[in-house]
């Protein structure tokens, strides 16, 4: 599994659409999971297999998936997500996971 | 519900060991993996490694591999991580995950543990 790269920050006013992205030459072969970590807690799982919701969380989080990029979108951004995004994915076995550098998310 | 409780805080002299414990409950154990992932303070996420409850085959992070041991104890359901040979630069927040039952990700998380290396 290669590095993957993420944008350091991303603005965005509420109500808008934030769009964070992921990049590694290995994406088209693995599925991408991402994760949403406010200031001194755990990361929470937002979306897994590139596009898949867990049970509550919202539904303004998808996830989508394009050649070697992946973009986590949060429509109707509220102050609420403000927060730190990574990706990460692993191979096929498993014998490899990677995360990203990291998003922080700022809601203007 | 899941939940993964990890043991306390601890403060470590360099070149000693630590070893931080994930005590899971609420599905059965040993049905899935248990990953480590660690935080040093402002930084990133970073992967350790996982290991399988079910057969305690293991999968590190090439650059831990030489210090880092995952094992379980699946008469407690508690997975454990130690890592030896510690330096300043191992201070970090470690977290374990369960790892999902078809995905290499991790939807359950415990509530971290910080260790922290100093003289």
């Known amino acids: 599994s290669s590095e993957l790269t993420q944008p350091p920050s991303v603005s965005v006013s509420p109500g808008q659409t934030a769009r964070i992205t992921c990049s590694g030459d290995?994406?088209?072969?693995?599925?991408v999971s991402w994760y949403q970590q406010k200031p001194g807690q755990a990361p929470l799982l937002a979306i897994y297999r590139d596009s898949e919701r867990p049970s509550g969380i919202p539904e303004r989080f998808s996830g989508s998936s394009s050649g070697t990029t992946v973009t986590l979108t949060i429509s109707g951004v509220q102050a609420e997500d403000e927060a730190d995004y990574y990706c990460?994915?692993?191979?096929?076995?498993?014998?490899?996971?990677?995360f990203g550098g990291g998003t922080k998310l700022t809601v203007l | 519900q899941v939940q993964l409780v990890q043991s306390g805080a601890e403060v470590k002299k360099p070149g000693a060991s630590v070893k931080v414990s994930c005590k899971a409950s609420?599905?059965?154990?040993?049905?899935?993996?248990i990953t480590w992932v660690r935080q040093a303070p402002g930084q990133g996420l970073e992967w350790m490694g996982w290991?399988?409850?079910?057969?305690?085959?293991?999968n590190y992070a090439q650059k831990h591999q030489d210090r880092v041991t995952m094992t379980t104890d699946t008469s407690t359901n508690t997975a454990y991580m130690e890592l030896r040979s510690l330096r300043f630069d191992d201070t970090a927040v470690y977290y374990c995950g369960r790892v999902g039952a078809a995905d290499f990700m991790s939807e359950y998380w415990g509530q971290g543990t910080l260790v922290t290396v100093s003289s």
């Open positions: 609420g599905y059965t154990f040993m049905s899935h993996g």
């Open positions: 990460q994915s692993a191979d096929s076995s498993g014998s490899y996971w990677v």
């Open positions: 290995a994406l088209p072969q693995q599925y």
């Open positions: 290991i399988s409850v079910y057969n305690s085959k293991t």
